[in-house]
């Protein structure tokens, strides 16, 4: 009587054993999501005759909130409902992504000694930061249309003072539905924003270089 005890479990053991084998074979591989980089960005105008800036700049992780500060490739198929491409990834965070974008821009103007991001402990005259509001697919009438809107702040190294601020906006059609035509987009969209802050950031940051090099050096003229 023990014996066919004995029999019967070590049967019992196999019989579950091959049915673990068996589940785990029968199961689909997991897939992993198709990960995108932002596409390279376009020839830039050679500025190599513009004289250099003696300043430089710090550009900051642009701030974001719920699905814009994560890798997910975002898209609105109506109004009032927002969610994302399926099995579809950027490489990092949209912030991060379009932070390396707006320094690889101002990098190939040649007019700044130094572009540096928060992840370096060298000094700057000034930070670029502000806030990443629209990085994403809308559908109007049917058609995707792809948005990018950065509010940008323009303060002094060191201070949290806002020397001057603007929001910037840009669109894009991608040429068919498909994620990868929608990413293209999201490339031509960059620039063109990258474009807009690197040109109003030069400006703006050799305006108040000029004025806090003027006669006055008193550190207590920062209120305009």
Not at 52 to 62: A, I
Not at 131 to 140: C, I, V
Not at 157 to 165: P, T
Request: overall charge neutral; charged content about 20%; glycine content about 6%.
């Amino acid at each position: 009587m023990k014996i066919r005890t004995q029999n019967l479990a070590v049967r019992w053991g196999l019989t579950i054993a091959v049915m673990a084998i068996s589940s785990c074979s029968i199961l689909p591989p997991a897939e992993s999501p198709n990960i995108y980089v932002l596409p390279q960005s376009a020839p830039a105008q050679n500025e190599s005759n513009a004289p250099q800036l003696p300043w430089q700049l710090r550009v900051d992780t642009p701030e974001a909130n719920g699905l814009l500060s994560g890798s997910d490739i975002v898209v609105m198929p109506e109004p009032d409902r927002i969610t994302v491409y399926k099995d579809a990834r950027w490489s990092d965070a949209a912030p991060l992504l379009l932070r390396e974008r707006l320094i690889d821009a101002f990098m190939v103007t040649h007019r700044l000694s130094a572009v540096t991001s928060e992840d370096d402990a060298m000094r700057a005259d000034f930070v670029l930061a502000g806030n990443l509001r629209a990085f994403q697919t809308e559908y109007r009438n049917g058609s995707p249309v792809v948005v990018v809107r950065f509010d940008a702040q323009l303060r002094r190294g060191g201070a949290r003072d806002v020397l001057v601020a603007r929001s910037f906006e840009v669109t894009a059609m991608p040429s068919g539905i498909a994620v990868p035509q929608v990413v293209q987009a999201f490339g031509q969209a960059c620039d063109q924003l990258s474009a807009q802050v690197v040109a109003w950031t030069l400006q703006q940051g050799q305006t108040a270089w000029s004025q806090q090099s003027e006669p006055s050096t008193g550190s207590g003229e920062r209120h305009r």
